[in-house]
T-cell receptor, first 113, second 116 residues
Framework: SQQGEEDPQALSIQEGENATMNCSYK?????LQWYRQNSGRGLVHLIL?????REKHSGRLRVTLDTSKKSSSLLITASRAADTASYFC?????????????FGKGITLSVRP | AAGVIQSPRHLIKEKRETATLKCYPI?????VYWYQQGPGQDPQFLIS???????DKGSIPDRFSAQQFSDYHSELNMSSLELGDSALYFC???????????????FGPGTRLTVT
């Protein structure tokens, strides 16, 4: 993958626990975004963090970005069964006419009730 | 709030047939992106348009073409379909990216294409 690796590939936790998912990338970025996808469904945007930001919060979500290590993490606190889904990180780099999201491999999260 | 609309939601075609997928972006979004997601795969960028002009191109086969119309909706035309084209096709829209600005892309529900 041009994007890098997601870590772990699959994660199974108990409801109420925290889930941490990591993503690494290889290229320069303007921002990094996390998406959720329920099985076979559409992509739901969760959070966007700009390259000059180090941490961002949104509800139960906390995302960090380390541009020196080219890595990001997504923390979901107090997980719920409804959080069961695949999670993708995607990097965005704008170069004038060229701009697109480059997705990494998804991380499958299973939250047991 | 209005979201990205894609049609059809499901499409079944035979090999060597053609298919047309449509995407209607969120109002006032002038940039449209197309992505392909094979089974168990991550989404792959195909092509994008801004103001009816192609702005970026990814791993889109020559058998595929796309365009954006004056009302900003976009169509992805796929010809000589192959079994490997079976996938979920997403359209996303956003305001036009600009230096120093970061816009999230809003994704439609996708069109599931099955080639038999």
């Amino acid at each position: 993958s041009q994007q890098g690796e997601e870590d772990p590939q699959a994660l199974s936790i108990q409801e109420g626990e925290n889930a941490t998912m990591n993503c690494s990338y290889k290229t320069s970025i303007n921002n990094l975004q996390w998406y959720r996808q329920n099985s076979g469904r559409g992509l739901v945007h969760l959070i966007l963090i700009r390259s000059n930001e180090r941490e961002k919060h949104s509800g139960r979500l906390r995302v960090t970005l380390d541009t020196s290590k080219k890595s990001s993490s997504l923390l979901i606190t107090a997980s719920r069964a409804a959080d069961t889904a695949s999670y993708f990180c995607a990097t965005f780099f704008y170069t004038g006419a060229n701009s697109k999201l480059t997705f990494g491999k998804g991380i499958t999260l299973s939250v047991r009730p | 709030a209005a979201g990205v609309i894609q049609s059809p939601r499901h499409l079944i075609k035979e090999k060597r047939e053609t298919a047309t997928l449509k995407c209607y972006p969120i109002p006032r979004h002038d940039t449209v992106y197309w992505y392909q997601q094979g089974p168990g795969q991550d989404p792959q960028f195909l092509i994008s348009f801004y103001e009816k002009m192609q702005s970026d191109k990814g791993s889109i086969p020559d058998r595929f073409s796309a365009q954006q119309f004056s009302d900003y909706h976009s169509e992805l035309n796929m010809s000589s379909l192959e079994l490997g084209d079976s996938a979920l096709y997403f359209c996303a829209s956003s305001p036009r990216p600009r230096t120093g600005m970061s816009y999230e892309q809003y994704f439609g529900p996708g069109t599931r294409l099955t080639v038999t």
